[in-house]
């Protein structure tokens, strides 16, 4: 079957800087994507990754490493607005993204 | 309106009713999804649909009835729900579907609670 890891939940103090995990076990891979979800709001684009190696978009960064199955999006001087769930998606070989459930991430002052 | 819209974003339906979830995009895609996510669960991708045509149905139980009339709509028809069908039913476009990192785009949510 088709899985998506990620840790259920994490804390980190604001100014920080953590490191949500997503491993993945899919058939076929065409792409992983990050995207953030505040609470009752819709999930927002964060980033893509389909080549190994790290993306940086500002505070954002997300690594891939495809022969490990591992992904990591790490977020520097974190703030409280950064308190949100966030969710790994891989897509398959059929083009299908496959979901992890998300980690919520809570930001302390 | 920008974006992709939902309405109505909160529904309380009976087991026997027939009600519609609408989803508007205005962003020019022709790739247009269904979603349903419940607490502490993946995203559960139940229907997509390419120019307008249905490309996936992810075994989704017949009492939910995808609609795309045009490229910018897309529906969902529900009735005679189950309790256990209560949960946030989320639409997205992308510009295509397929190939490509086409990131999809999100509309805020119809919370669905069925009693």
């Known amino acids: 079957g088709q899985n998506i890891d990620q840790p259920t939940e994490m804390t980190a103090t604001e100014g920080a800087i953590v490191q949500i995990n997503c491993t993945y076990q899919?058939?076929?891979?065409?792409?992983l994507f990050w995207y953030q979800q505040h609470a009752g709001e819709a999930p927002t684009f964060l980033s893509y990754?389909?080549l190994d190696g790290l993306e940086e978009k500002g505070r954002f960064s997300s690594f891939l490493s495809r022969s490990k199955g591992y992904s990591y999006l790490l977020l520097k001087e974190l703030q409280m607005k950064d308190s949100a769930s966030y969710l790994c998606a891989v897509r398959d070989s059929n083009y299908q993204l496959i979901w992890g459930a998300g980690t919520k991430l809570i930001i302390k002052p | 309106e920008t974006g992709v819209t939902q309405t109505p974003r909160h529904l309380v339906m009976g087991m026997t009713n027939k009600k519609s979830l609408k989803c508007e995009q205005h962003l020019g895609h022709n790739a247009m999804y269904w979603y349903k996510q419940s607490a502490k669960k993946p995203l559960e991708l139940m229907f997509v649909y390419s120019l307008e045509e249905r490309v996936e149905n992810n075994s989704v139980p017949s009492r939910f009835s995808p609609e795309c009339p045009n490229s910018s709509h897309l529906f969902l028809h529900l009735h005679t729900l189950q309790p256990e069908d209560s949960a946030l039913y989320l639409c997205?476009?992308?510009?295509?579907?397929?190939?490509?990192?086409?990131?999809?785009?999100f509309g805020p949510g119809t919370r669905l609670t069925v009693t």
């Open positions: 990754n389909v």
């Open positions: 997205a476009s992308s510009q295509a579907y397929g190939t490509g990192g086409y990131e999809q785009y």
């Open positions: 899919t058939s076929g891979f065409n792409g």
